[in-house]
Nanobody, 126 residues
Framework: QVQLVESGGGLVQAGGSLRLSCAAS????????MGWFRQAPGKERDFVAT????????SYGDSVKGRFTISRDNAKNPVYLQMNSLKPEDTAVYYC???????????????????WGQGTQVTVSS
């Protein structure tokens, strides 16, 4: 069974940092585009960041640009999300996602991802 498991969420004060990790089991995603999305209570799932299979191309949502960094280490976990200068509006459940096609680019569209983790809660207090 293929699984993506996020970790690293928690409670942090505004201005603080967290690093999310996404681990895969059941198959490797080292040659697949990956992404992070988030969903706050009562809101739709929003795009956060994405990275191509090679790591050579990244893209960010406007609200996190300059504060968050997506990266990948295909020898360990598929993808990380370094979150700095956190704000209360960053509070949400953060989801890792993977595309099934090999050598795929990243994508800002949730429908382009075939695999999803269960999510990790990030709470930023003011």
């Amino acid at each position: 069974q293929v699984q993506l498991v996020e970790s690293g969420g928690g409670l942090v004060q505004a201005g603080g940092s967290l690093r999310l990790s996404c681990a895969a089991s059941g198959r490797t995603f080292s040659n697949n585009g990956m992404g992070w999305f988030r969903q706050a209570p009562g809101k739709e799932r929003d795009f956060v960041a994405t990275i191509s299979w090679s790591g050579g191309s990244t893209s960010y949502g406007d609200s996190v640009k300059g504060r968050f960094t997506i990266s990948r280490d295909n020898a360990k976990n598929p993808v990380y999300l370094q979150m700095n200068s956190l704000k209360p509006e960053d509070t949400a459940v953060y989801y890792c996602a993977a595309r099934s096609s090999p050598y795929s680019s990243g994508s800002r569209v949730p429908g382009n991802y075939e695999y999803w983790g269960q999510g990790t809660q990030v709470t930023v207090s003011s």
